[in-house]
Nanobody, 117 residues
Framework: QVQLVESGGGLVQPGGSLRLSCAAS????????MGWYRQAPGEQRELVAI??????NYADFVKGRFTISRDNAKNTVYLQMNSLKPEDTAVYHC????????????WGQGTQVSVSA
């Protein structure tokens, strides 16, 4: 059974930092592109950052503020979020997408990030 379990969300003031973690089980982690997406109330889910094969890619609205990383030995992907803004408030979801199969695509339940004074 595949599980992606996010943690690390919470309430933070503008300008603050949070580090999200996503622990994966039930998959061969190194064969998956790992990503973070977010969904704000009333909005569509949007890509934040992905990492695959040593490469990373970021949405323009987080470049220079967020850093995605992965530890294949721990089956975990991280999202370090700095200089947080109120508009970063959303539920952040972890995604695992197999390199070769579109059918092998998994989501975590999400973790709430709220940025407010």
């Amino acid at each position: 059974q595949v599980q992606l379990v996010e943690s690390g969300g919470g309430l933070v003031q503008p300008g603050g930092s949070l580090r999200l973690s996503c622990a994966a089980s039930g998959i061969t982690f190194s064969l998956y592109t790992m990503g973070w997406y977010r969904q704000a109330p009333g909005e569509q889910r949007e890509l934040v950052a992905i990492t695959t094969g040593g490469r990373t890619n970021y949405a323009d609205f987080v470049k220079g503020r967020f850093t995605i990383s992965r530890d294949n030995a721990k089956n975990t992907v991280y999202l370090q979020m700095n200089s947080l803004k109120p508009e970063d408030t959303a539920v952040y979801h972890c995604n695992a997408h197999h390199h070769l199969s579109r059918a092998l695509d998994y989501w975590g339940q999400g973790t709430q990030v709220s940025v407010s004074a």
